[in-house]
């Protein structure tokens, strides 16, 4: 929960290798320039996580999983309030930049705008629907946080603070964010003698500063980051320096793609490009240089190139724009065929997950010479119904509402149907 008086506190509920802290010892620290210049970075703790991506199979007529890991990294109590405080300083010096470069409607993601990515496509959608006819290319960063180059990142960074270098406790907190390192979680509890299923038995803290030295250290699990390249994810600072890494390009860019009568758009690592198609081969020729320059590759297979011209009056193109989870094909928005996907695949695992523990606990209460119970439905119809404030189907009414799209209605009708089917099972 953030603290009234200081934005940048947060209390986080995990365990680590030191106490949680109050926002007044927390803000001691971290307005002190000299103590966070002096700070001992502790490393992070890491695991992994699969998530999995959902697709319409043509040739076996069915629904495919593929399952892909993401590594997630948490910081330390006082680390993190290190870096929640240094975005706290740096985010007014960026907004500054992109006020002042003229890129406040350029630059979409990890920035305060009250705005969601429906608000984000249909600016797009309504850029490309401006021009009578037009070319929209879109390119997507690979592995974008992990091949930020630290050379780069140090020289924007003191450039948004108006330096030539960077002070002594910011260059700390650079150091901590590009020479960090890593401990897995598993391999932790394990030399901790913790369970993985309940790490507060230990306490406030998984050790003391004791055992950390001779249990954690000596074991020699601790991973150092020793790359000129990639800074992780799970510190509360790195969604900002990615854009501060990329403040130069998107200005370049952005001049560039305004000089010929376009519109440029960048969330996270998804760029937007409509220009007019004489400037095709030039844009996609310029933007794919200019990303080299600053030491980062574009992923071939997401890049898309979609050409847009007025037929019969009507805006067209050939096939579907696919940008932040809608479709537009110049006349139509409708939601990713992926996204339904994944909601039904989510749907049926859930309603199975739900009746395997209704039977079970049936079961026990039935042991117990007490009567079954029928299934608990208010969960369910809050994680995968309209009833739900924050669900896919929710938030498919919004995007249907906002962008006035009907095909968006089309598609969620028959979603709860489909709820009720399963139920059926």
């Known amino acids: ?16 290798f030191d106490r949680p802290v109050s926002c007044l010892t927390a803000s001691k620290i971290v307005t002190d320039p000299q103590r966070v210049a002096k700070r001992g970075f502790l490393p992070f703790i890491d695991f992994d996580i699969v998530t999995s991506k959902v697709k319409w199979c043509d040739d076996l007529r069915r629904l495919v999983r593929k399952s892909k890991p993401r590594k997630v990294a948490y910081a330390s109590h006082i680390d993190s309030h290190i870096f929640s405080y240094y975005c706290h300083l740096l985010t007014s010096k960026y907004e500054g930049e992109l006020n002042k470069r003229g890129l406040n409607t350029n ?51 003191a450039s948004v603070l108006g330096m030539n270098v960077l002070p002594h406790d910011h260059y700390a907190v650079f150091r901590a964010l590009t ?10 509890l394990d ?78 690592d ?20 200019y990303i080299s320059g600053i030491k980062l590759g574009i992923q071939p297979s997401k890049t898309e190139r979609r050409h847009f011209q007025t037929i019969n009056g009507c805006l067209r193109s050939e096939k579907p724009l696919q940008y932040l989870g809608f479709l537009f094909d110049g006349q139509r928005v409708l939601l990713r065929s992926a996204s339904l996907a994944r909601y039904s695949d989510r749907l049926r695992r859930g309603v199975k997950l739900a009746k395997a523990t209704m039977r079970k606990r049936n079961q026990l209460r039935i042991d117990r010479g007490g009567e079954p119970r029928p299934l608990f439905m208010k969960s369910l119809l809050r994680k995968y119904t309209y009833f739900g404030r924050r669900n896919f189907i929710s938030y498919g009414y919004r995007a249907a509402q906002y962008l006035d799209s009907k095909e968006i209605r089309k598609q969620l009708r028959p979603l709860w149907k489909r709820f009720q089917k399963e139920l059926m099972r």
């Open 270 to 289: 998804d760029m937007l490009f409509i220009v007019p198609p004489n400037e095709a081969s030039n844009c996609e020729k310029f933007a794919t240089d």
């Open 107 to 157: 630059v979409l993601a990890f920035r305060t705008l009250g705005k969601s990515n429906i608000n984000f496509a249909a600016e797009a959608f309504s850029s490309i629907a401006e021009h009578s006819e037009c070319h929209v290319l879109g390119l997507d960063i690979k592995g974008f946080f992990d091949n930020l180059d630290h050379a780069i990142l140090k020289s924007q960074w």
């Open 191 to 268: 030399i901790l003698g913790l369970s993985k299923h309940n790490q507060r038995a230990a306490g406030l803290r998984l050790c003391s500063p004791e055992d950390f030295r001779e249990k954690i250290r000596s074991a020699k699990i601790i991973r150092k980051h020793s790359d000129v390249k990639g800074i992780p994810q799970g510190s509360s600072i790195s969604a900002l320096l990615s854009n501060i890494y990329m403040l130069e390009f998107d200005e370049r860019i952005a001049r560039y793609v305004g000089s010929v009568g376009g519109k440029y758009f960048r969330y996270c």
């Open 179 to 188: 020479r960090y390192s890593m401990v897995n979680l598993d391999a932790t």
């Open 1 to 16: 929960m953030l603290s009234k008086k200081e934005p940048w506190f947060r209390r986080r509920g995990y365990t680590h």
